[in-house]
């Protein structure tokens, strides 16, 4: 069992970066794939990124690609989200999440992970 917490949101000017962290508890951290999910406000959770056991792999949605990055540090149980040239409709609550298999052909199906954060704020000013 891992328990996440996610932390780095606020606020920021549209064009600007932010860096957002899921720190994980459990010895078993490098067995977990973890993904990062966000929600806008009236919208449905949207995929927008996945990092593989030891970060070999990753998935990143088209909306985000070229502008998000994950990563991970298995040694600090700990992954990120690097976010810049940040957009108006960037803005949602940021879900890191985990599950034990990878798959890049269901990686971005929220409902096949098993643990989740409480969520971060991501606002994003235009």
């Known amino acids: 069992q891992v328990q996440l917490v996610e932390s780095g949101g606020g606020l920021v000017q549209a064009g600007g970066s932010m860096r957002l962290s899921c720190a994980a508890s459990?010895?078993?951290?490098?067995?977990?794939?973890v993904g990062w999910f966000r929600q806008a406000p009236g919208k449905e959770r949207e995929f927008v990124a996945a990092?593989?056991?030891?970060?070999?792999?990753?998935y990143t949605a088209d909306s985000v690609k070229g502008r998000f990055t994950i990563s991970r540090d298995n040694a600090r149980n700990t992954v990120y989200l690097q976010m810049n040239s940040l957009k108006a409709e960037d803005t949602a609550v940021y879900y890191c999440?985990?599950?034990?298999?990878?798959?890049?052909?269901?990686?971005?199906?929220?409902?096949?992970?098993?643990?989740w954060g409480q969520g971060t704020q991501v606002t994003v000013s235009s």
């Open positions: 990092i593989s056991y030891s970060g070999s792999s990753t």
């Open positions: 459990g010895r078993t951290f490098s067995s977990y794939v």
């Open positions: 999440a985990a599950r034990t298999v990878w798959g890049t052909k269901t990686t971005m199906m929220s409902g096949l992970y098993n643990y």
